[in-house]
């Protein structure tokens, strides 16, 4: 069984001053005809994920505008318009929400320990939702991602799941974490925290973990203790926010393998040409072979190039190519004895893109 996932981060809906609303607009409308053209020539989208930032201040007109242009872009791609799962972003957080207790609430986390962290996020969160001073600046964000069954499955939990069943008794599940829980203006790498509720993920040897979050792991103080259980427990790991798209597959001294894929931007708010308007299809499959379980990932960047007003694949980045193959081991998957369930209806492997290339590293 294969399928199909649109990934994109960082589109920033009400970012626009100083006249750039009409070139934002005509990118975003350009991304649009390509995603069309790609789901015609490769078969259609099971899934739309964005990685974050999907509004600028976290405002609930941001998402109204947001909503309506994901409605056309799932018509475009040929999914249902609820096939789409999205993770907070720092922008998606209304910093004018922050009031001085959850500043404080911020700070005494950031100056404690990963551990002190913890019990603080635990504490705060066998209260009444409405008394979480980590909360109020996601209200907006919580409301849109509602729509889309992306609201977290528990204040306790901040992070939601979603699974396809990839055939010889394996699922994929993607896990979407909350990385913004402290997020305000006093952000900076190794200030945030993922917390071991979100990082913990659940051993069961028939599920492969996707784990999607907005921010790469050194933004977290907890990265020490997160790292150890996403790269043993998971197998892809998207992150936004950094505006800058690369695809990297790690083995590890254990034999542990996963695939980083950093997002890039959609919409970037700075100019220049580091910074580039960016989307990925991504395509998965599983495969056995003698040692045992693959996970196939084919990625297929897609950049804006500037001379030709349109979005195209990113040759320069792939060598000549539109796509560029991994493949990750999963030693320790095993199927299941129990049928998968899920609202997807399953591809067939003819759909698989032929002359794929193998790789494993795309440097940004």
């Not at 009444?128 to 889309?148: D, G, I, Q, T, V």
């Not at 008794?169 to 896990?175: A, D, I, M």
């Not at 790991?237 to 798209?245: K, L, R, T, Y």
Request: glycine share 6%.
């Amino acid at each position: 069984m294969l399928y199909r996932f649109v990934q994109l981060s960082d589109i920033h809906f009400g970012q626009e001053r100083g006249g750039t609303l009409v070139t934002h607009e005509d990118v975003r409308r350009h991304l649009l005809t390509d995603a069309a053209d790609f789901a015609d020539t490769h078969g259609r989208a099971d899934l739309v994920i964005l990685v974050g930032d999907i509004a600028y201040s976290g405002k609930a007109d941001e998402y109204k505008i947001a909503a309506e242009w994901l409605d056309r872009l799932t018509v475009a791609v040929k999914c249902d318009e609820t096939d789409v799962r999205v993770v907070p972003g720092n922008h998606d957080c209304d910093r004018t929400q922050i009031r001085s207790v959850s500043r404080t609430v911020h700070r005494n986390i950031r100056n404690g320990t990963p551990k002190s962290a913890y019990a603080d996020l635990e504490d705060m969160a066998k209260g009444p939702e409405e008394a979480n001073p980590l909360l109020p600046k996601l209200k907006a964000y919580r409301a849109f991602a509602a729509s889309y069954e992306s609201d977290f499955g528990s204040i306790a939990s901040p992070y939601w799941t979603r699974s396809f069943p990839l055939g010889a008794g394996l699922t994929l599940q993607f896990v979407g974490m909350n990385s913004v829980q402290v997020s305000d203006d006093e952000d900076k790498p190794a200030s945030m925290i993922l917390g071991n509720a979100q990082y913990i993920l659940p051993e069961e040897h028939h599920i492969i973990h996707a784990v999607i979050m907005h921010h790469p792991l050194d933004w977290y103080m907890d990265k020490a203790e997160a790292k150890p259980y996403l790269r043993n427990r998971a197998r892809i790991i998207m992150v936004g926010h950094e505006h800058i798209p690369d695809i990297n597959k790690t083995v590890d001294v254990l034999k542990n393998e996963w695939l980083d894929i950093y997002s890039g931007a959609t919409n970037p708010s700075e100019g220049g040409a580091l910074y580039q308007y960016a989307y990925n299809w991504i395509e998965v499959h599983v495969e056995e072979k003698a040692e045992g379980h693959v996970l196939v990932v084919n990625v297929f960047p897609r950049v804006w190039i500037p001379e030709q007003t349109r979005f195209a694949a990113d040759v320069q980045r792939l060598a000549g190519r539109e796509s560029a193959r991994f493949d990750i081991s999963c030693p320790r998957t095993k199927p299941s004895t129990e049928a998968t369930t899920n609202a997807t209806t399953p591809r067939t492997m003819m759909e698989v893109t032929s002359g794929a290339l193998v790789v494993a590293s795309v440097e940004g």
